[in-house]
């Protein structure tokens, strides 16, 4: 057997362990899904979009170089609101 000077051994089992607790906080955390309270930034260009379960986009806020605008499709999929 290779001759490990014990603080190695020490550190690899000392992390092992932060890394089982670690896994196990990530299993109970709830899923992060809702904002209860605060703000969405957004920073630079980008977008918000909200999609349904089959992947349509229903609601898209985005701010771009030479625009901002705000779209809402229908359940049929039907842009019904552009700005």
């Given at each position: 057997m290779a001759n490990v000077p014990?603080?190695?051994?020490d550190t690899i089992r000392e992390m092992q362990k932060e890394?089982?607790?670690?896994?196990?906080a990530v299993s109970r955390a709830p899923a992060q899904r809702?904002?209860?309270s605060g703000d969405v930034v957004v920073t630079g260009e980008g977008?918000?979009?909200?999609k349904d379960?089959?992947?349509?986009?229903r609601l898209q806020m985005?701010?771009?170089p030479d625009a901002?605008?705000?779209?809402?499709?229908?359940?049929a999929g039907t842009l019904?609101?552009?700005m």
């Open positions: 014990k603080d190695i051994t890394i089982r607790a670690l896994s196990a809702e904002i209860a977008s918000i979009t909200v379960s089959s992947g349509n986009v985005a701010v771009f901002k605008s705000l779209k809402i499709w229908d359940t019904v609101f552009a």
